[in-house]
């Protein structure tokens, strides 16, 4: 059996505004932590610190993509990366 790499990311949602069109929140990956700042109505994507950003930022544009209308303020998530960290 091959043995596909993964690695499982925590969502916190801190914040959500429809009118402005934004959510915020903390995402954790292993020892990895980043805030993050989605404007879904311009699609932009916004990840900080700048380290080990380039392993979360596309997995968590399609988190959120997918998730968008489901996401609470004070909520906990999780998704699968197809990826050790």
Known sequence: MNYLPETTAHVRITKQCWR???IEGEVRAK????QF???FRQGQLWVQPSLGRALIL???SRFLERN???LEPGSNYQ???REEI
């Not at 020892?31 to 980043?34: D, H, K, M, R, T």
């Open 20 to 22: 402005q069109g934004k």
């Open 31 to 34: 020892a990895y932590e980043w």
């Open 37 to 39: 700042q989605w404007c």
């Open 58 to 60: 596309e997995p968590l």
């Open 68 to 70: 968008d209308y489901q």
């Open 79 to 81: 998704f699968l990366l």
